[in-house]
């Protein structure tokens, strides 16, 4: 995924990119970000969603079958920071997603960590460790306790 001027697009590009389609809920662009071999990990996950994805079909099989059901609509990303580290592929991000739940109506807003790798402009490997308390309560579909 080349920047205009012919070099690739960067982490700090392609998180740019990846907050967009994910308030456009753009499945094919998403999709596009990720490397054909990439690597979608949920260290802390619920029930019944996989804790690691592998491969640009499977990440997008994925999102399509979540993005389908849940009710969240992302409005914006806030008091994002991203750190840069020693290696120039690698950005780690503390971000809060913001939007509206469709069944409530209710605002909410999901702060995470994600790790982010990014080769020859596409994502090979993300780590995301999503808040799933907040976004079961966000979905109103709270974990049991």
């Keep these: 995924m ?19 389609t994910a308030i456009d809920k753009s499945l094919d662009a998403m999709a596009e970000l990720f490397a054909d071999d990439a690597v ?6 619920r029930p019944g969603i996989p804790s690691r994805l592998a491969g640009r079909a499977e990440i997008a099989d994925f ?3 979540n993005w389908e059901r849940s009710p969240l609509r992302y409005r914006a990303y806030r008091n994002v920071v991203v750190h840069d ?6 950005v780690i991000v503390e971000e809060e997603a913001t939007g509206t739940a469709a069944t409530t109506g209710q605002d909410f807003a999901l ?35």
């Design 2 to 20: 080349p920047e205009s001027g012919g070099e690739p697009a960067g982490p700090r590009e392609v998180l740019a990119r990846f907050q967009q």
């Design 111 to 145: 702060p995470h960590i994600a790790v982010l790798r990014v080769r020859d402009g596409h994502i090979v490997h993300f780590r995301d460790y999503v808040n799933v308390l907040a976004a079961a309560e966000a979905s109103g579909r709270p974990l049991p306790s």
């Design 40 to 45: 979608l990990e949920f260290p802390f996950t």
């Design 63 to 65: 999102m399509r079958a």
């Design 85 to 90: 580290t020693g290696d120039p592929e690698v």
